[in-house]
């Protein structure tokens, strides 16, 4: 059993990486293995629009622009559940996550429920710093997207410089009732 966890901040030692510990540790303490990917340097570059619009994605459910994506769609398409741990750029997940969701869904969502996705558990977590503003937003944008990927909403969670003590301890608990849910429904 295998979830995969993406990140999306460049910093090693921010408030994302300590939320993908948090993350890493509840599922482990629960008997899921966790892997990270960080988003950063995967290496996806933005959609390109083919053609009028949909190019691939819309057929083959498959992104024609070779690049780092192909990989990270690989290793989604693989996980037992996906997590995704961003944190709050101007009100919204961060350029890099956006860049592989962006691409993820065009793949995914007209697949349906035919989507290796489908019905499997997603758990969104969103780092926000400064004014602690946006955190709302950020979560809208990655509700949005398990709605078009058909994915099932396990928790979607936020925390600022104010709660961040308090929510750490949070997202490590709902990760370790992740891992349990995943083990208990094999
Ligand atoms: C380009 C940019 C935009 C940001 N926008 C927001 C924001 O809208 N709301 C907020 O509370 N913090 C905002 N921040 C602060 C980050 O969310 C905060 O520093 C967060 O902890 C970054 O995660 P990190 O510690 O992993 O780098 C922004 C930071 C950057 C670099």
Known sequence: MEALILSSSPNTDGLTA????????????GGVDATEVRLTDAGVGV????????GTCRTDHHCQVSDGFQAV??????????VLVTPVYWGDLSE??????????????????????????????AAAGGSGGGQISCLEQMERLVGHIRMK?????????????AKLHAIESSARALARALQEEG
Do not use: Y
Not at 18 to 29: F, I, K, N, P, Y
Not at 153 to 165: A, G
């Open 18 to 29: 300590r939320c993908v510990g948090a993350v890493r540790s509840g599922l482990t303490a």
């Open 47 to 54: 959609c390109r629009q083919c053609s009028d619009g949909w």
């Open 73 to 82: 769609h690989a290793r989604v398409l693989d996980a037992d559940a996906l």
């Open 96 to 125: 890099s996550a956006k860049a592989f969701v962006d691409r993820l869904r065009r793949c995914e969502a007209l697949r349906g429920d035919g989507s290796p996705l489908a019905g499997r558990w997603f758990m969104g977590v």
């Open 153 to 165: 909403r396990w928790d979607l969670i936020s925390l600022c410089r104010w709660t961040r003590e």
